[in-house]
């Protein structure tokens, strides 16, 4: 399962639209579409949009590991970021962290990737 399938879940499980989902975050509905074509994957910044809002495990998103949602109400209580104890709180700021480091190691080595092939090809 990829990063788009995850996210096509997502959006299917919450009864979302990407205009939804761009209403409530911010996101624009262009980079939506980028990212449900698989042409582009979520920013940082959408990532932590989409999980202080809907408290997806961004590390679910990009990897498929974890629970899929983080804190109470499994993602179904917009509020419940409210209702977490400090515990909670200090877990999700853990996961964040390392999703985010994830990410940009993942966005280092497509980096890396592309100029190797680029040089191979030359």
């Known amino acids: 399962m990829t990063i788009v399938d995850r996210l096509r879940e997502f959006l299917s499980e919450m009864g979302l639209r990407p205009a939804d989902i761009s209403r409530e975050t911010g996101i624009s509905t262009?980079?939506?579409s980028l990212?449900?074509?698989?042409?582009?994957n979520p920013s940082q910044k959408a990532l932590l949009k989409l999980n202080s809002i809907y408290n997806i495990n961004t590390n679910w998103l990009l990897t498929g590991e974890g629970p899929k949602f983080l804190g109470p109400g499994n993602?179904?209580?917009h509020d419940s970021a409210s209702n977490k104890s400090k515990n909670e709180d200090s877990e999700?700021?853990?996961w964040k962290e390392k999703c985010l480091e994830l990410y940009?190691?993942?966005q280092q080595l497509r980096e890396e990737?592309?100029?190797l092939r680029a040089k191979n090809q030359g």
């Open 75 to 77: 993602g179904q209580d």
């Open 92 to 94: 999700v700021a853990k």
């Open 104 to 106: 940009e190691k993942n």
């Open 30 to 32: 262009s980079a939506l």
């Open 35 to 40: 990212y449900l074509s698989g042409k582009r």
């Open 113 to 115: 990737n592309e100029a």
